[in-house]
């Protein structure tokens, strides 16, 4: 019954994400349709048309499998002897800074909102 709960789950996901490229198809707008979904998302949750519970526990499966969905993209950058050279170690030193940025930004907010939660339950 869990899994059939999450499979539900994953596809009212995948039903904003078409949406969002239905919008996409419609408004040539230079933002991924993905993102598109994720604000559509956002907002059907903020108006309470989507309940949280409904979509958690196939956000969080998700979640737990993102590596999964990296590991093609990963063993393909082997095919390419160029990330070697210095214009490929400059990309990678790139990414990584970047990613520490994101990380950083990512628990800076995040522990901005809990402290705004854990101050107005005080």
């Known amino acids: 019954m869990k899994l059939i709960?999450?499979?539900?789950q994953i596809i009212i996901l995948h039903i904003f994400l078409y949406l969002g490229a239905g919008i996409k198809h419609f408004i040539h707008?230079?933002?991924p349709a993905s993102m598109i979904?994720?604000?559509l998302l956002f907002a059907a949750l903020?108006?309470?048309i989507i309940k949280l519970e409904?979509?958690?526990?196939g956000g969080n499966w998700l979640l737990a499998e993102l590596l999964?969905?990296?590991i093609p993209s990963a063993v393909g950058i082997v095919?390419?002897?160029e990330i070697l050279s210095l214009q490929g170690i400059k990309a990678l030193l790139l990414i990584?800074?970047?990613t520490f940025i994101v990380m950083g930004a990512t628990a800076f907010t995040a522990e901005k909102i809990f402290n705004k939660k854990r101050s107005e339950a005080s």
């Open 5 to 8: 709960t999450i499979i539900i």
């Open 29 to 31: 707008i230079p933002v």
């Open 37 to 39: 979904g994720l604000i």
């Open 46 to 48: 903020m108006l309470k």
């Open 54 to 57: 409904w979509i958690e526990k």
């Open 68 to 70: 999964l969905f990296f």
């Open 79 to 81: 095919n390419y002897d």
């Open 96 to 98: 990584g800074v970047s």
